[in-house]
């Protein structure tokens, strides 16, 4: 499986990019509700970030959810963000109340990954152990960050891929090796 980290737009380049890949899931922060985006490919799909609109994405059959499991692939997926700079923004235009998951849907979420006990999660937000990591601090702590630290110290996948950080990263920390992807960053699960 191939990923694709954040788009914020540029359609162009990710149309470029998917039309030499079979297929991938693009980790949210599409820009879904920014611009005008065209039928994707069925093969090719995508999480919502904080930059998505979140009635806008449900409209793309290639939209995975919230969250849930794709057991074929054995992948967790994990939508949502918090927007530092939602202060700059503006509600229905370029922010969305509900850009991260509701403790309603984190629960839930949360139920379903115990149950799973999944070896690759994908997310558009990291654990704050990672995001202290990158950032080398305790850079901010919110609803979605903190239900992925638990969900990590419940059980440590063998690989766990996300994106809104812009940042490139790589780094075992427990038993889990986690890729952060840059805009439009590729990564593929079998080069690790």
């Known amino acids: 499986m191939l990923f694709?980290?954040?788009v914020h737009g540029k359609i162009n380049e990710y149309f470029n990019i998917i039309k030499k890949l079979d297929k991938t899931i693009q980790l949210g922060d599409f820009g879904v509700g920014f611009v005008k985006i065209p039928k994707?490919?069925?093969q090719h799909r995508f999480i919502r970030?904080?930059?998505?609109?979140?009635?806008?994405?449900?409209?793309?059959?290639?939209y995975l959810g919230n969250y849930g499991y794709l057991k074929k692939e054995e992948i967790f997926f994990?939508?949502?963000?918090?927007?530092?700079?939602?202060?700059?923004?503006?509600?229905?235009?370029?922010w969305w109340r509900d850009e991260e998951l509701s403790y309603a849907e984190l629960n839930e979420m949360t139920d379903l990954y115990y149950k799973i006990h999944p070896q690759?999660?994908?997310?558009?937000?990291?654990?704050?152990?990672?995001i202290n990591k990158i950032w080398g601090h305790n850079y901010y702590n919110?609803?979605?960050?903190?239900?992925?630290?638990?969900l990590f110290e419940y059980n440590q996948p063998k690989i766990w891929v996300f994106g809104h950080h812009h940042k490139s990263f790589r780094e075992k920390i427990g038993k889990t090796f986690f890729i952060g992807l840059d805009e439009l960053e590729i990564y593929n699960m079998e080069e690790k």
């Not at 939602?86 to 235009?93: M, Y």
């Open 4 to 6: 694709i980290g954040d």
């Open 40 to 42: 994707i490919p069925k």
């Open 49 to 62: 970030g904080n930059h998505d609109n979140p009635e806008e994405c449900k409209k793309f059959t290639n």
């Open 78 to 94: 994990i939508s949502g963000a918090f927007s530092i700079d939602k202060s700059l923004r503006t509600e229905g235009v370029d």
């Open 120 to 130: 690759i999660v994908v997310s558009h937000e990291a654990p704050k152990i990672v």
């Open 142 to 150: 919110n609803p979605t960050v903190q239900a992925l630290n638990v």
